[in-house]
C-alpha cells in the first residue's frame, strides 16, 4: 500500500498560505484515521487537519513554519498499522488463558516470533564502551592546564560567567506576530481610520433577566441539556432593536449604502490565537435555547481550532462581552464593514434612584460604538435605548414591543 501524503488543505479562496501553528503527533508516531494531526493558523482563523487513514507519520514540516496551500508536509505509511497491531497482541498473549484454541496458541507462537524484542543492551558493541570512557576521560579538566591559563583567557570566562547570570532571553522575550493576530491588528487600525467612529453609553438593570435565569434556570437545563446565559437575552433584544432602527442594520459598500434585511448576528469569542467572532445565523427565527446552542457550538469550535470560515463571514452586528473578564466600561472597535458593534461589561450591584428611593441593583453599563458616516447620534441613542428597555421588561421580547 503506497504511502498517503498529508497536504495543507485549501481554506478558502482568499487564503494561500499559513503558519503550521502546532503538531498534535511526534515524528514516528502510529496515528488512527481521523486522529488531530495540526493545527493551521491563517490570516483570518486557526483549523484543524485530521488523518485521512491509520499509520506511521513521517514530518516533513516543522511547528512554526510558513507553509502554502496543498504542500505536502507529512506522510502516512498505512503498512506500519500492521506492526503496530503485532506489538498490541503481543501484550495481550501474556494475558492469554491457558485453555486457548489451538489456532489461536499457533497465531500467538507465530506473533511471539516476530516480537521478539533485541539483544539486551549487554551486548553493546566494544567500540561504543571505548567511547564512553574517552568521553569521561575528555570531562575531567588537569588541574596544571587551570593554573597556567592566560590572563587574556582568565578574563574570557568572567564575561562568560556574567552573561550566564543574566541571559538576555530572561528579560525578553520575542516572536513573530502570527497571521491571525496580524490579520487582527490590521482590521482594528483600519477600522479606526476609516469610519467615523463613535461610542454612546448606558445601563442595564438587569435584575429582571437574572430573577428570570434563577426561576427557570432548572427546568431550562433538563429541557434543553444547557444553561440559559446572558447572551441569548441581548442577541434577541439586539434583533428587535435592528427592526426597530433600520439604519443600524446597513453598512457602506463604496459609495453605496447597504441595507440588510436579516439578522446574523457575530458573538465575539476570545481564544488562545486572538479575538473570533463567529456568526449565529438567522437570529430573528432562533429562540432562547437554539441561540445558546448556536454560541456553544461555535464558541468551541474556534477555541478548539475547528471553526471553518464560512463560520465568520456575513454578520451584521457584533457583540462582545469584556464583562466576563471583569470590565466594567470600555469602547468596542466596530467589526468592519458592520456598522455598529454593542459591548456589554461586568455586572455590578450599585445604588441607583427608583421612584425616588435610592436601591442597591445589578447593574451593567453598556456601550454601542457605531459608524458615524451611516448612523446619527438620534438614531444610536435610540437603539441603545431599545436594547435597554428590552432587557429591563423581558416582556418586550415576546410582544416584538
Same mark, same amino acid.
Given at each position: 500500500?503506497?504511502?498517503?501524503? !498529508?497536504?495543507?488543505?485549501?481554506?478558502?479562496?482568499?487564503?494561500?498560505?499559513?503558519?503550521?501553528?502546532?503538531?498534535?503527533?511526534?515524528?514516528?508516531?502510529i496515528?488512527?484515521?481521523?486522529?488531530?494531526?495540526?493545527?493551521?493558523?491563517?490570516?483570518?482563523?486557526?483549523?484543524?487537519?485530521?488523518?485521512?487513514?491509520?499509520?506511521?507519520?513521517?514530518? $516533513?514540516? &516543522?511547528?512554526?513554519?510558513?507553509?502554502?496551500?496543498? *504542500?505536502?508536509?507529512?506522510?502516512?505509511?498505512?503498512?506500519?498499522?500492521?506492526?503496530?497491531?503485532?506489538? /498490541?497482541?503481543?501484550?495481550?498473549?501474556k494475558?492469554?488463558?491457558?485453555?486457548?484454541?489451538?489456532?489461536?496458541?499457533?497465531?500467538?507462537?507465530?506473533?511471539?516470533? *516476530?516480537?521478539?524484542?533485541?539483544?539486551?543492551?549487554?551486548?553493546?558493541?566494544?567500540?561504543?564502551?571505548? $567511547? %564512553?570512557?574517552?568521553?569521561?576521560s575528555?570531562?575531567?579538566?588537569?588541574?596544571p592546564?587551570?593554573?597556567?591559563?592566560?590572563?587574556?583567557?582568565?578574563s574570557?570566562?568572567?564575561?562568560?560567567?556574567?552573561?550566564?547570570?543574566?541571559?538576555?532571553?530572561?528579560?525578553?522575550? +520575542?516572536?513573530?506576530?502570527?497571521?491571525?493576530?496580524?490579520? %487582527?491588528?490590521?482590521?482594528?487600525?483600519?477600522?479606526?481610520?476609516?469610519?467615523?467612529?463613535?461610542?454612546?453609553?448606558?445601563?442595564?438593570?438587569?435584575?429582571?433577566?437574572?430573577? %428570570?435565569?434563577?426561576? =427557570? #434556570?432548572?427546568?431550562?437545563?433538563?429541557?434543553?441539556?444547557?444553561?440559559?446565559?446572558?447572551?441569548?437575552?441581548?442577541?434577541?433584544?439586539?434583533? $428587535?432593536?435592528?427592526?426597530?432602527?433600520?439604519a443600524?442594520?446597513?453598512?457602506?459598500?463604496?459609495?453605496?449604502?447597504?441595507?440588510?434585511?436579516?439578522?446574523?448576528?457575530?458573538?465575539?469569542?476570545?481564544?488562545?490565537?486572538?479575538?473570533?467572532?463567529? !456568526?449565529?445565523?438567522?437570529?430573528?427565527?432562533?429562540?432562547?435555547?437554539?441561540?445558546?446552542?448556536?454560541?456553544?457550538?461555535?464558541?468551541? +469550535?474556534?477555541?478548539?481550532?475547528?471553526? &471553518?470560515?464560512? /463560520?465568520?463571514?456575513?454578520?451584521?452586528?457584533? %457583540?462582545?462581552?469584556?464583562?466576563?473578564?471583569?470590565?466594567?466600561?470600555?469602547?468596542?472597535?466596530?467589526?468592519?464593514? #458592520?456598522?455598529?458593534?454593542?459591548g456589554?461589561?461586568?455586572?455590578?450591584?450599585?445604588?441607583?434612584?427608583?421612584?425616588?428611593?435610592?436601591?442597591? +441593583?445589578?447593574?451593567? =453599563?453598556?456601550?454601542?460604538? =457605531? /459608524?458615524?458616516?451611516?448612523?446619527?447620534?438620534?438614531e444610536?441613542?435610540?437603539?441603545?435605548?431599545?436594547?435597554?428597555?428590552?432587557?429591563?421588561?423581558?416582556a418586550?421580547?415576546?410582544?416584538?414591543?
Amino acid at each position: 500500500m503506497p504511502n498517503l501524503e !498529508v497536504k495543507i488543505p485549501p481554506m478558502g479562496e482568499s487564503i494561500t498560505s499559513g503558519i503550521l501553528a502546532k503538531w498534535h503527533v511526534k515524528d514516528g508516531d502510529i496515528v488512527k484515521k481521523d486522529q488531530p494531526l495540526f493545527e493551521l493558523e491563517t490570516d483570518k482563523i486557526t483549523s484543524e487537519s485530521t488523518a485521512e487513514a491509520a499509520g506511521k507519520i513521517t514530518l $516533513q514540516a &516543522a511547528a512554526g513554519d510558513e507553509v502554502k496551500i496543498g *504542500q505536502v508536509v507529512a506522510m502516512i505509511d498505512p503498512a506500519a498499522v500492521a506492526e503496530s497491531q503485532i506489538s /498490541d497482541l503481543k501484550s495481550q498473549i501474556k494475558e492469554a488463558p491457558a485453555t486457548a484454541a489451538p489456532a489461536a496458541a499457533s497465531q500467538i507462537s507465530d506473533l511471539k516470533s *516476530q516480537t521478539k524484542a533485541p539483544a539486551p543492551a549487554a551486548a553493546a558493541a566494544p567500540a561504543a564502551e571505548s $567511547q %564512553i570512557s574517552n568521553l569521561k576521560s575528555q570531562t575531567k579538566t588537569p588541574a596544571p592546564a587551570a593554573k597556567a591559563a592566560a590572563p587574556a583567557a582568565k578574563s574570557q570566562v568572567l564575561n562568560l560567567k556574567s552573561e550566564i547570570k543574566q541571559p538576555a532571553g530572561e528579560r525578553q522575550t +520575542r516572536r513573530k506576530l502570527s497571521p491571525l493576530r496580524q490579520r %487582527i491588528a490590521e482590521r482594528l487600525v483600519a477600522a479606526q481610520h476609516e469610519a467615523a467612529m463613535l461610542t454612546t453609553f448606558n445601563e442595564v438593570d438587569m435584575s429582571a433577566i437574572m430573577a %428570570i435565569r434563577a426561576k =427557570y #434556570q432548572d427546568d431550562f437545563v433538563k429541557k434543553n441539556g444547557l444553561k440559559l446565559g446572558f447572551m441569548s437575552f441581548f442577541v434577541k433584544a439586539v434583533v $428587535q432593536a435592528l427592526k426597530e432602527v433600520p439604519a443600524v442594520n446597513a453598512q457602506l459598500d463604496g459609495d453605496t449604502l447597504v441595507e440588510n434585511h436579516f439578522y446574523d448576528i457575530g458573538v465575539a469569542v476570545s481564544t488562545e490565537r486572538g479575538l473570533m467572532v463567529p !456568526v449565529i445565523r438567522d437570529c430573528a427565527s432562533l429562540g432562547m435555547a437554539a441561540i445558546e446552542k448556536a454560541i456553544a457550538e461555535v464558541a468551541a +469550535r474556534a477555541r478548539d481550532g475547528k471553526i &471553518a470560515l464560512t /463560520d465568520l463571514e456575513g454578520g451584521v452586528f457584533t %457583540i462582545t462581552n469584556g464583562g466576563i473578564f471583569g470590565s466594567l466600561l470600555s469602547t468596542p472597535i466596530i467589526n468592519p464593514p #458592520q456598522s455598529a458593534i454593542l459591548g456589554m461589561h461586568t455586572i455590578q450591584e450599585r445604588p441607583v434612584a427608583i421612584n425616588g428611593q435610592v436601591v442597591i +441593583r445589578p447593574m451593567m =453599563y453598556v456601550a454601542l460604538s =457605531y /459608524d458615524h458616516r451611516i448612523v446619527d447620534g438620534r438614531e444610536a441613542v435610540t437603539f441603545l435605548v431599545k436594547v435597554k428597555q428590552s432587557l429591563e421588561d423581558p416582556a418586550r421580547l415576546l410582544l416584538s414591543v
